[in-house]
């Protein structure tokens, strides 16, 4: 049994690292029994805590009991997402029980899983090495370049044209592109 003796934690922050698409095969959704009721999470990588809407907590049939939170949750952008209250959850997979922390907020879309919820589930895992029984040969090599020939050609290949000059126009649009992380498992 779980005793937490502090009603109120320390202010913590965390970050979630999610982007929304539209194509729907893009998002990993894996349903989970939370407290007896089936709820659709998104496995996420890139956050640091579980997120559970209240309109998802209030379909628990067993509630587990809420506590105050001091904690800053920031998403992908930047942006604040307020943190509601905190509680502590039974969620079963593959006939196992598990104990996770969820952080209940207001206006969320989709629950969210977390990287530690995902490696303590067992859904994903840390690969530190990767090794390759077969050696690339000039042959191998040779045979990769004619099988995928058109990755090699067109678009994208520059054509030696003479001299070529690049010129920095000041006035163009800057992009800016912050950095993913891409976990392998």
Not at 19 to 43: Q, R, Y
Not at 85 to 90: G, I, L, Q, V
Request: proline share 4%.
């Amino acid at each position: 049994m779980v005793q937490e003796t502090s009603h109120t934690l320390p202010a913590e922050e965390f970050f979630v690292d999610t982007i929304t698409s539209k194509d729907v095969d893009s998002t990993w959704l894996l349903p989970l029994a939370v407290n007896g009721s089936i709820i659709p999470f998104k496995l996420d990588m890139g956050a640091d805590v579980n997120l559970m809407p209240k309109k998802d907590y209030q379909t628990l049939r067993s509630k587990p009991r809420l506590h105050k939170v001091q904690a800053t949750v920031n998403s992908y952008g930047g942006a604040k997402i307020p943190i509601l209250e905190k509680c502590r959850a039974t969620v079963s997979h593959k006939g196992s029980k598990y104990e996770l922390a969820f952080m209940i907020v207001a206006e969320k879309d989709q629950p969210i899983l977390g990287l530690q919820a995902c490696e303590k589930l067992n859904l994903i895992q840390r690969v530190c090495t990767v090794e390759t029984e077969e050696q690339l040969t000039d042959q191998t090599y040779a045979q990769l370049l004619n099988e995928y020939s058109d990755v090699f050609q067109g678009l994208g290949c520059l054509q030696y044209l003479g001299s070529t000059k690049l010129r920095w126009m000041r006035m163009s649009d800057q992009l800016f592109m912050p950095a993913e992380r891409y976990h392998f498992g």
